[in-house]
């Protein structure tokens, strides 16, 4: 069974920095892309950030030049470094796992952290 462990989240003020950590745990083959969601209250999930396997990073217009994402292959772990937070980064932050295997494509998801930033 595969196990998404999210950490790092908090309250910060405008300005700050986090960093968020999620660490896959289970057996999990050919994992494609690993990302950070959100999600603020009233409003759909959004993508923050994604990272594949070979590297390519995928960011929201809104992060972009704020937020770095990266990530250790061989530990099924990745981070997200947020910078200069704004109050409108205020949401829920989860992480995705996307891959496939036998059965065809997966999505694995974390139970979110909780990120608030003061303004």
């Known amino acids: 069974q595969v196990q998404l462990v999210e950490s790092g989240g908090g309250l910060v003020q405008a300005g700050g920095s986090l960093r968020l950590s999620c660490a896959a745990s289970?057996?999990?083959?050919?994992?494609?892309?690993m990302g950070w969601y959100r999600q603020a209250p009233g409003k759909k999930r959004e993508l923050v950030a994604h990272?594949?396997?070979?590297?390519?990073?995928n960011y929201a217009d809104s992060v972009k030049g704020r937020f770095t994402i990266s990530r250790d292959n061989a530990k099924n772990t990745v981070y997200l470094q947020m910078n200069t937070l704004k109050p409108e980064d205020t949401a829920v932050y989860y992480c995705n796992v996307n891959g496939f295997n036998l059965s065809g494509s997966y999505a694995y998801w974390g139970q979110g952290t909780q990120v608030t930033v003061s303004s």
């Open positions: 289970g057996t999990i083959f050919n994992i494609n892309a």
């Open positions: 990272i594949t396997t070979g590297g390519t990073t």
